[in-house]
């Protein structure tokens, strides 16, 4: 069973930064598409991005993209999200995601494995 830890969220000024790590176990990471997917109180869970096995293809949502990159470690069974010029709309729990095998879901229902969560919070 794969096991999904995320760590690193905070509270950060809009315009800051913040770097969400996701480490994985139970699995054989380099099988895993990784992703993250975020949820603002009252709204639905939210694409944010997702990264192949081989780290070869990165696809975001329209709504970060120029502003968070994805990355991943097979070395270290770690996924990355780095968040850059961040917006108080940023704030969400973020959820990092894992399926095995290839993916190119958006939807939280194409993804097999959910870590518990970090939250952000991006004050005005």
């Known amino acids: 069973q794969v096991r999904l830890v995320e760590s690193g969220g905070g509270l950060v000024q809009a315009g800051g930064s913040l770097r969400l790590s996701c480490d994985a176990s139970?699995?054989?990471?380099?099988?895993?598409?990784m992703g993250w997917f975020r949820q603002a109180p009252g709204k639905e869970r939210e694409f944010v991005g997702r990264i192949t096995r081989s780290g070869v293809i990165i696809v975001y949502a329209d709504s970060v993209k120029g502003r968070f990159t994805i990355s991943r470690d097979n070395a270290k069974n770690t996924v990355y999200l780095q968040m850059t010029s961040l917006k108080p709309e940023d704030t969400a729990v973020y959820y990092c995601?894992?399926?095995?095998?290839?993916?190119?879901?958006?939807?939280?229902?194409?993804?097999?494995?959910w870590g518990q969560g970090t939250q952000v919070t991006v004050s005005s």
């Open positions: 139970g699995g054989t990471f380099s099988n895993l598409a």
């Open positions: 995601v894992g399926n095995v095998g290839a993916t190119t879901s958006r939807a939280p229902v194409g993804y097999d494995y």
